[in-house]
């Protein structure tokens, strides 16, 4: 049974916050990305220009689409949350379902339900292998009896 996060911040707040922190996360590896990018595609001498200039025109724009993507889903996130009043995997799920098609929406009912489809998949096995990670490193934290002092056999239970 999941329990509640109490450490997070309250649904408005979460959801810029989301937004904020994927903005940046696209905008650094667009940043990344383009500035190796640009720097390939440049002759040579003028490589760090052709970074810089790739970095400028194409990072904030991928910082843009994973912000989007990120503040939806959070917002779906907090409104499933409020309408299921549960934190379990499935609120992920769904979420992850419900940005997918809403992204996809401008391309057709069938673009937008095979991804929501994709993304609710990939949602879903996100949070399989969390469950399943935290399932394998809470394995030596199980409570174990202590050890019986020398000399000592553990009693059988008397039968009825």
């Known amino acids: 049974m999941a329990h509640a996060d109490h450490t997070r911040d309250p649904c408005p707040w979460v959801i810029l916050n989301d937004f904020g922190g994927a903005f940046s996360m696209g905008a650094v590896g667009g940043g990344i990305w383009y500035g190796i990018k640009g720097a390939r595609n440049s002759p040579r001498g003028e490589r760090l220009i052709g970074a810089v200039s790739s970095i400028k025109a194409r990072a ?35 979420s992850g379902f419900m940005t997918g098609g809403c992204l996809a929406a401008r391309s057709g009912p069938k673009s937008a339900l095979g991804s929501a489809i ?43």
């Open 60 to 94: 904030p724009v991928t910082g843009g689409n994973f912000g989007v993507w990120g503040g939806m889903f959070s917002t779906f996130d907090c409104a499933i949350k409020g309408w299921r009043q549960k934190e379990d995997a499935w609120n992920a799920i769904l």
């Open 118 to 160: 994709a993304c609710g998949i990939l949602l879903g096995v996100f949070e399989g292998v969390g469950v399943l990670v935290s399932r394998v490193f809470s394995e030596g934290n199980r409570p174990q009896m202590a050890p019986l002092p020398a000399g000592m056999t553990p009693q059988q239970p008397a039968s009825a």
